[in-house]
């Protein structure tokens, strides 16, 4: 036999410079003549993938010897962002790697900014899912995330004359060094046809007959835990056609023909999901979910029958955890899978499905949550909706002896809405296939139970359970904010980058003079980043003197980016009238970014009004050194990770009882921002923790609100503070809106003809004497500002995501973690080698 094949990917920074040479020459085909940052970037990518590889590798081999039960965690979304620094901090390789760099000519910085973002979901659900799987591998517990590899991602937002312009988002474009595609790893999945029922030996079998084919082929990126220990993987399925195209249409001459099965088949892959307002839209969607659903399911079946566990055993070896309802049809995929290809009973098919599948919901808004028409179903997934009607008459007959004689309350339970047409309920659906149902944060928990579904808790009180969410350190504070993270780590070592409960020695520092100096300098460099980063991501120049005000997150009317813009425009109008508030108001920045969904008119609508609101203030030379406000476009987790670190005052401002969680707030909070926000989603935890002293709480609580409802008048609330009815009067005027008459009539509607759903009228005032609070400490005493942001740095222990995973993995799971040993640098390949 030939001698021993070591491998040669070293960690020095000789070994990584001799393997981004060898990358750009044989990899890239790059030389003197033809190499560029994007190359450069690429190298040092598949540079780090080569030390990524092997511990995967080991981290696969461990799992199975030990016959680990795995976490399989399915979400539509997983909203990345980039991945090489990350990966480098989690390795352990960034003082070599940077000084590997030097003999390149660049710096790690520079190549950093060549990678796209990998935008594969909507807002926090999917950077939620991201930080998960961060927690899963630091925390060595075995873990897949199966979603679905997006040609195109979250839209790229574009400011044309104030309005949202979108953009496709090709982020694929220059390829992707960090996947890895897996040919054999393709499965059929089904749509449309029909379902042929015959009976034998006593039992009635189902033979559904497909009208429709596409192949779901596995594409899989590393997660690399800190330390670089644990690897797991991300597995997204990419829709392709099992037949090509036709040479039978090709060669009469019919190309678009030859094609159409290809393109139609791909489409599924091609975008995160669209607006559902068109039933079209809404159809691709439903074929999405089922899409990457059916590849995951078959891919866990795979590897459970591979390891030789029975499928009786599966509740023992496999958790499930749905993120939202978008994943719900994994229930009657799974029992249509045991039931129909494995052979089992429905008995034993349920007992296995609902002691596997976990259900996160994310929402308190009832018409956010997921129905399809029944109808639909039917057509796309016939013998699914079979299964969806089997599975409800089951409860039903359950449900009755809880309700006897209370048709409205069995009716609430149902799968099934009796509406025209039809309606399945997916939450319905999922609390009934699930042995848990978790919400987000304590309040979001609690209104589950008494509000959202009070008919299934009185049924299933012990599925329902609170794990509020969490954010990862180790992005969020360490690759973020290495300057606060350099500071932190001088003062209590480094253990808090993997034990966030050590973060709370931090408050000790918070009354050192010393420290609080060098927690001020920081907060600066990082403002002075942040006007850096967008001058040249967007044009924006902001003045890194000033405080910065920042809301970032979706566009939406329940999160009150409007309540914001209003309470600017009393500010301005103030500064206007009453010269002494205007020189004694400290000079401020107010921020804002996030996307507004394509057909969510008014959500446009308010990017429109703050972009107009910012022209004339900006314009002002009465009062812009004093107040200036900016809309940030493109939003995405790369703008975050550079705004969140250098923020000042950050806006949580939903309406008490609206937003499930947050994870936003969070990482403003680990950050050093103070908060000013509702007693909503996790703000009530926060409060908890850092203490109401540290945090601008402000505006009507839940309760409050409830029972305001009933007699609700916003125009009362305007008629009776002279100060809020000048802000109407100058916004009624057309003031920022000359030459574009009527504009913001639709908002204006919703305020005072539509009964302002969110309540900003009636939280605005105490809006704005909470941030004159905050103004004032922020400009007549910056040591208690900063002692403040200290607490709320070391009070963020709660928010970790490993917080979170552990709880996930000891109370819904029963999951354990899986050490696997650190891979040598020279390791063997002779197990590639022919024996």
Not at 13 to 40: C, F, G, N, P, V
Not at 307 to 331: F, M, R, V, W, Y
Request: glycine share 6%; with cysteine; hydrophobic share 40%.
């Amino acid at each position: 036999m030939a001698s021993e094949i070591k491998t040669r990917y070293g960690k020095t920074s000789k070994d990584i410079r001799q393997d981004i040479a060898e990358h750009l020459r044989y990899t890239l085909d790059a030389d003197s003549y033809h190499i560029d940052e994007m190359s450069r970037y690429q190298a040092l990518s598949y540079a780090i993938r080569d030390r990524i590889i092997h511990q995967w590798d080991q981290t696969r081999k461990t799992q199975r010897a030990k016959k680990a039960k795995r976490v399989y965690y399915l979400s539509l979304e997983f909203l990345m962002g980039r991945a090489m620094t990350n990966n480098i901090i989690n390795l352990g390789l960034e003082k070599p790697v940077r000084d590997a760099l030097k003999d390149f000519g660049v710096t790690l910085e520079e190549l950093r900014d060549m990678e796209p973002d990998a935008g594969l979901g909507n807002g926090g659900l999917g950077r939620l899912a991201a930080c998960f799987l961060d927690s899963l591998a630091t925390l060595e517990i075995p873990a897949f995330g199966y979603g679905i590899r997006y040609n195109y991602g979250i839209f790229t937002q574009q400011i044309k004359n104030g309005w949202q312009v979108e953009s496709p988002d090709n982020w694929l474009k220059d390829g992707n060094p960090w996947e890895v595609v897996r040919p054999d790893r393709v499965y059929p999945v089904f749509f449309g046809g029909e379902v042929k029922q015959y009976r034998e030996n006593g039992r009635d079998y189902f033979v559904w007959e497909p009208s429709e084919q596409v192949n779901g082929l596995a594409y899989d990126t590393p997660i690399v835990g800190y330390g670089g220990k644990t690897i797991n993987t991300l597995r997204l399925w990419s829709a392709t056609s099992p037949d090509g195209f036709s040479f039978k249409e090709f060669n009469s001459g019919d190309y678009t023909e030859a094609v159409r099965n290809k393109i139609n088949a791909e489409t599924l892959s091609q975008v995160l999901y669209p607006n559902d307002t068109l039933y079209m839209g809404k159809e691709l969607r439903l074929k999405q979910q089922y899409f990457f659903v059916s590849c995951s399911l078959q891919d866990t079946i795979r590897r459970i029958k591979r390891d030789g566990i029975a499928l009786k055993d599966i509740p023992e070896k496999a958790a499930i955890q749905l993120n939202d309802t978008h994943p719900s049809l994994a229930i009657p995929e799974l029992m249509r899978l045991l039931i129909d290809q494995e052979g089992l009973g429905w008995d034993e098919a349920w007992d296995i499905t609902e002691k596997t599948m976990g259900y996160t919901n994310h929402t308190l808004m009832p018409e956010a949550l997921e129905k399809w028409p029944l109808p639909m179903i039917e057509k796309i997934l016939p013998r699914h909706m079979q299964i969806i009607y089997e599975i409800n008459q089951r409860f039903i007959s359950k449900a009755v002896s809880y309700f006897p004689l209370q048709s409205e309350r069995i009716s609430a339970v149902s799968i099934i809405e009796e509406s025209n047409p039809k309606m399945v309920r997916m939450a319905n659906l999922s609390i009934i296939g699930s042995h848990s149902t978790n919400g987000v944060a304590a309040l979001h928990s609690d209104l589950l139970k008494k509000s959202m579904f009070p008919e299934f808790n009185q049924i299933f009180p012990e599925r329902f359970n609170n794990k509020t969410n969490g954010i990862t350190q180790r992005r969020w504070l360490l690759d973020a904010n290495p300057g606060l993270a350099s500071l932190i780590t001088d003062a209590i070592g480094d253990k808090w980058i993997t034990d966030f409960e050590e973060i709370r020695k931090l408050k000790s520092f918070s009354s050192d003079p010393s420290f609080i100096e060098r927690f001020a300098a920081v907060k600066k460099e990082r403002k002075e980043n942040a006007a850096a980063f967008l001058k040249k991501d967007c044009g924006i120049i902001i003045d890194p003197d000033t405080l910065f005000d920042v809301q970032v997150k979706r566009i939406h009317e329940y999160k009150r980016q409007l309540l914001n813009i209003l309470n600017i425009i009393m500010i301005y109008n103030r500064m206007k009238n009453d010269r002494a508030y205007l020189e004694s108001f400290p000079p401020t920045t107010f921020l804002f970014g996030g996307k507004a969904a394509p057909g969510y008119v008014n959500a446009k609508l308010i990017i429109k009004f703050i972009n107009n609101v910012a022209s004339v203030i900006n314009a002002d030379s009465q009062v812009n050194k004093h107040l200036k406000v900016f809309f940030m476009p493109n939003y995405r987790v790369t703008m975050a990770e550079n705004i969140i670190p250098a923020t000042n005052i950050s806006e949580q401002i939903s309406t008490a009882g609206t937003e499930a969680s947050g994870t936003g707030n969070m990482k403003f909070m680990c950050n050093g921002a103070l908060t000013m926000g509702t007693l909503d989603g996790a703000n009530v935890e926060m409060a908890e923790e850092a203490g109401l002293d540290n945090i601008f709480i402000f505006g009507h609580t839940e309760e409050e609100i409830r029972a305001l409802s009933s007699s609700y008048n916003p125009l009362a609330w305007v008629e009776k503070d002279e100060e809020i009815k000048a802000m109407k009067a100058l916004v009624d005027s057309g003031y920022f809106s000359i030459h574009e008459t009527g504009i913001f009539e639709p908002l204006k509607k919703s305020l005072f003809e539509y009964g302002d759903r969110y309540y900003l009228m009636a939280d605005l005032r105490m809006y704005h004497d909470r941030h004159e609070e905050a103004q004032n400490l922020y400009r007549d005493n910056q040591a208690e500002w900063n002692r403040k942001a200290i607490i709320n740095v070391a009070s963020s222990a709660k928010f970790s995501s490993d917080r979170t995973i552990l709880d996930y993995a000891k109370e819904i799971w029963n999951v354990k973690e899986c050490k696997v040993k650190k891979n040598t640098e020279n390791d063997s390949l002779d197990s590639l080698l022919v024996k």
